[in-house]
């Protein structure tokens, strides 16, 4: 079992930036890869992006490609999502999310993701 808690959100304006932290729990936080959701109000869940299990390979959406990063540090059982130039249209709730590491491959919204956070609030100003 794996369990997920965000961190970093808040509110902000327009242009400004925000670093999440998804930290885990237990030690085989490293044989994940990791994914990152949002959802803003009435709208369904949008997949933001992911990384493998080693962090050698990282995929973000058209949405937010070249303003978002994702990076991890197993060392500290923490995934990331560096939000620069952040956009009104950017808030939502944004949730971290774990799943086997096979098949080793990005881009993968489909999952299955078997653990989930429980969010963190990202509020972006105008």
Known sequence: QVQLVESGGGLV???GSLR??????GRTFSSYAMGWFRQAPGKE???VGDISWT???????????????????NAKNTVYLQM??????????????AR?????R???P??????WGQGTQVTVSS
Do not use: M
């Not at 999440?20 to 729990?25: D, E, G, P, Q, V």
């Not at 489909?110 to 653990?115: A, F, L, S, T, V």
């Open 13 to 15: 304006q327009a242009g």
């Open 20 to 25: 999440l932290s998804c930290a885990a729990s």
């Open 45 to 47: 869940r949008e997949f």
């Open 55 to 73: 962090g050698s390979y990282a995929y973000c959406s058209d949405s937010v490609k070249g303003r978002f990063t994702i990076s991890r540090d």
């Open 84 to 97: 620069n130039s952040l956009k009104p249209e950017d808030t939502a709730v944004y949730y971290c999310a």
């Open 100 to 104: 086997s590491q096979f098949p080793v």
């Open 106 to 108: 990005v881009n993968w």
């Open 110 to 115: 489909q999952g299955p993701w078997d653990y």
